[in-house]
């Protein structure tokens, strides 16, 4: 029977190998394409959050309106396909970064700071692969609705026992999301995510500029998400229940909303320029 030392060693040998293939060179070519491809969705979110202000008729201000524009625009399909192998491939190479720090799970002095990173690493994968593998639906000709989908999986949930504390849990777990965007967008905390030595000096203010603005925005965005989502818990009203377009319908309805979501379409934008500035000089590491 192999001693854990050896079994160690071997652990650490197959995360050399995996580690080589998250860090090829091919690899992080892919993944620049879907982080411009996450930029482009971002401002296509932000473009239809304006009309949807501006009291156009019923649009998809989310992601897979976004993706719904791509899908009817030339070449939509080669496209849509780009997007999602993109995403993918973003997804993999974000994730490749949990290679980097696990050794410090084995380390009790550094192991909830490294629990941490490694957390929004894998969290920051899980939202690439999402997104990407709904493009590839939609590439495929496949039909999705993000808001309906949220609302039937809330009903089914709560049906079950013990279902309204979770979807509680969950809307409780998205208002935290807001709020970590919101902080990281206060505190800048995002250029960590930029290579800031091979980025001219004179971008890093547009840079930081365009990303607390963004983050801010996605940061109110989804806070409301969360508090609607709460609403649904307890209320067992499945109606309320909505992703992103209905926070975004939510935002327009209120007084002085058309204003106000013309702020957040800003903000999405902002976003979706600062995905593009973070596909020309990426960094993938959180902490870095």
């Given at each position: ?22 860090d ?54 080669v ?29 009790r002095?550094h192991?909830?700071r ?45 049906e079950i ?65 969360g ?6 818990a ?25 204003w ?29």
């Amino acid at each position: 029977m192999p001693s854990p030392r050896s079994l160690l060693d071997r652990v650490h040998r197959a995360v050399g190998h995996a580690r080589e293939v998250t860090d090829h060179p091919v690899l992080e070519a892919v993944a620049r394409v879907g982080l411009v491809a996450y930029g482009v969705v971002h401002l296509l979110i932000g473009w239809l959050a304006a009309q949807l202000a501006r009291g156009a008729g019923r649009t998809d201000a989310d992601q897979t309106g976004a993706l719904s524009t791509v899908a009817g625009s030339p070449g939509g399909s080669v496209l849509l396909w780009l997007i999602g192998l993109g995403l993918l491939a973003l997804a993999l190479w974000q994730a490749g970064e949990v290679l980097l720090w696990w050794p410090g799970l084995l380390d009790r002095a550094h192991r909830r700071r490294t629990a941490f990173v490694c957390a929004k690493c894998l969290a920051k994968a899980a939202v690439y692969a999402v997104l990407g593998g709904t493009a590839l639906l939609f590439a495929v000709g496949a039909e999705y609705e993000a808001d309906e989908r949220l609302r039937e999986l809330t009903g089914e949930t709560l049906e079950i026992p013990g279902g309204a504390a979770l979807v509680a849990g969950v809307a409780a777990g998205v208002v935290a999301v807001g709020a970590y965007s919101l902080v990281r967008g206060f505190t800048g905390g995002f250029m960590k995510d930029i290579d800031l030595p091979a980025a001219p000096d004179r971008w890093e203010p547009l840079i930081l500029a365009v990303g607390r603005v963004g983050y801010a925005a996605k940061g109110l965005a989804f806070g409301l998400v969360g508090v609607l989502l709460w609403r649904a818990a307890t209320s067992a009203d499945v109606s309320t229940a909505t992703g992103l377009d209905g926070a975004m319908t939510a935002i327009a309805g209120v007084r002085s909303g058309p204003w106000l979501l013309g702020g957040v379409a800003a903000g999405f934008a902002a976003f979706g320029l600062y995905a593009l500035a973070r596909a020309r000089y990426p960094d993938r590491d959180p902490s870095s």
